[in-house]
T-cell receptor
Framework: GIQVEQSPPDLILQEGANSTLRCNFS?????LQWFHQNPWGQLINLFY???GTKQNGRLSATTVATERYSLLYISSSQTTDSGVYFC??????????FGPGTSLSVIP | DADVTQTPRNRITKTGKRIMLECSQT?????MYWYRQDPGLGLQLIYY???????NKGEISDGYSVSRQAQAKFSLSLESAIPNQTALYFC???????????????FGEGSRLTVL
């Protein structure tokens, strides 16, 4: 089955720094989503991005489906950005596979 | 109000008890899902339903059952809870890609279950 990898597994940033999170997948996918799980456990939709680039405030994402990866950019990080970032892909069989996540800690 | 509502949000129970987690949605989506998240890990699919008459097992369905009472309601039951079912449980919904939708997943706020 399809494999989804995320890197780095852990990241510590000083407030105000920028970061790039990566999601690699081993086969073609129908769609891709990025989620943020905050320290209280809530899963928040960040982007639905099967291809192309989208931006929402300090966050942006790019998916290059032909090369099987997606990037999540966080600029001017804030302590409220802390948590775990998951990518999730949907295969042609309508199955959603989650990556293992990147744990981000933003320190003041 | 949240589009996907889960009850209860927190529950502590004892081994052998029957537990039901409920999920309701106001998004009008046909598809509903139950996921489990163990501490420090990703999400695993327990059951999913593409419409009221369609129920399917996911990766980790053993020890769980579900009921799709209506398009908007999908409940998860643990018939006889055991300690290794202690986890965070999420309900999710999506529209149908084959009917002009995107299949984008939307999650409830989670139900934290502890089995002693």
């Amino acid at each position: 089955g399809i494999q989804v990898e995320q890197s780095p597994p852990d990241l510590i940033l000083q407030e105000g720094a920028n970061s790039t999170l990566r999601c690699n997948f081993s086969d073609s996918v129908n769609n891709l989503q990025w989620f943020h799980q905050n320290p209280w456990g809530q899963l928040i939709n960040l982007f639905y991005i099967p291809s192309g680039t989208k931006q929402n405030g300090r966050l942006s994402a790019t998916t290059v489906a032909t090369e099987r990866y997606s990037l999540l950019y966080i600029s001017s990080s804030q302590t409220t950005d802390s948590g775990v970032y998951f990518c999730a892909v949907k295969t042609s069989y309508d199955k959603v596979i989650f990556g293992p996540g990147t744990s981000l800690s933003v320190i003041p | 109000d949240a589009d996907v509502t889960q009850t209860p949000r927190n529950r502590i129970t004892k081994t052998g008890k029957r537990i039901m987690l409920e999920c309701s949605q106001t998004k009008g989506h046909d598809r509903m899902y139950w996921y489990r998240q163990d501490p420090g890990l990703g999400l695993q699919l327990i059951y999913y339903s593409f419409d009221v008459k369609d129920i399917n097992k996911g990766e980790i369905s053993d020890g769980y059952s579900v009921s799709r009472q209506a398009q908007a309601k999908f409940s998860l039951s643990l018939e006889s809870a055991i300690p290794n079912q202690t986890a965070l449980y999420f309900c999710a919904t999506s529209d149908s890609p084959g009917q002009g939708g995107t299949g984008e997943l939307f999650f409830g706020e989670g139900s934290r279950l502890t089995v002693l």
